[in-house]
T-cell receptor
Framework: GIQVEQSPPDLILQEGANSTLRCNFS?????LQWFHQNPWGQLINLFY???GTKQNGRLSATTVATERYSLLYISSSQTTDSGVYFC??????????FGPGTRLSVLP | ETGVTQTPRHLVMGMTNKKSLKCEQH?????MYWYKQSAKKPLELMFV???????ENNSVPSRFSPECPNSSHLFLHLHTLQPEDSALYLC????????????????FGSGTRLTVV
């Protein structure tokens, strides 16, 4: 099956800093989704991004499916950005396979 | 409110108990999913329902029994669980299967944090 890797596993930032999270996947996919899981366990859909670039406020994402990676950019980070960021890619069974996540801590 | 509601939010049960988790989606989606999230492990897909029909069962032990009476409701019936079943159980829904011409991906509920004692 498809393997999904995320880096870095942990990231600590000072408020206001920028960061880039990376998702690598082992095979061609035609869909990818980024999620943010807040400290209460809620998984929030950030981007549904099979290819190209999307932006939503301070967040943006780029997927290069032919090179099997996606990047999530967080600019001017805030303490509310803390949590775990997951990417998920579609497997051959048409279900999302989740990566292990990047745990982000933004310090005031 | 994300459009997917899970109850209860927290559940503590003994190994001999029987309990059920409930998920309801208000988005008009036709596919629903159960995921398990254990500490320090990736989310694991448990069950998939498409138009009330189960289409995926990822080798889940029979002590977990899903039920999907209609496309808006999904249950997970639990009985004789083990302590290692303690985890966050997440429900999700989608309009069709992502990738099959659907316009978006998954929407998740807030989860039920289950502790088996």
């Amino acid at each position: 099956g498809i393997q999904v890797e995320q880096s870095p596993p942990d990231l600590i930032l000072q408020e206001g800093a920028n960061s880039t999270l990376r998702c690598n996947f082992s095979d061609s996919v035609n869909n990818l989704q980024w999620f943010h899981q807040n400290p209460w366990g809620q998984l929030i859909n950030l981007f549904y991004i099979p290819s190209g670039t999307k932006q939503n406020g301070r967040l943006s994402a780029t997927t290069v499916a032919t090179e099997r990676y996606s990047l999530l950019y967080i600019s001017s980070s805030q303490t509310t950005d803390s949590g775990v960021y997951f990417c998920a890619v579609l497997d051959y069974g048409q279900n999302f396979v989740f990566g292990p996540g990047t745990r982000l801590s933004v310090l005031p | 409110e994300t459009g997917v509601t899970q109850t209860p939010r927290h559940l503590v049960m003994g190994m001999t108990n029987k309990k059920s988790l409930k998920c309801e989606q208000h988005l008009g989606h036709n596919a629903m999913y159960w995921y398990k999230q254990s500490a320090k492990k990736p989310l694991e897909l448990m069950f998939v329902y498409n138009f009330k029909e189960q289409t995926e069962n990822n080798s889940v032990p029979s002590r977990f029994s899903p039920e999907c009476p209609n496309s808006s409701h999904l249950f997970l019936h639990l009985h004789t669980l083990q302590p290692e079943d303690s985890a966050l159980y997440l429900c999700a829904s989608s309009q069709g299967f992502p990738g099959q011409g659907s316009s978006g991906g998954y929407t998740f509920g807030s989860g039920t944090r289950l502790t088996v004692v």
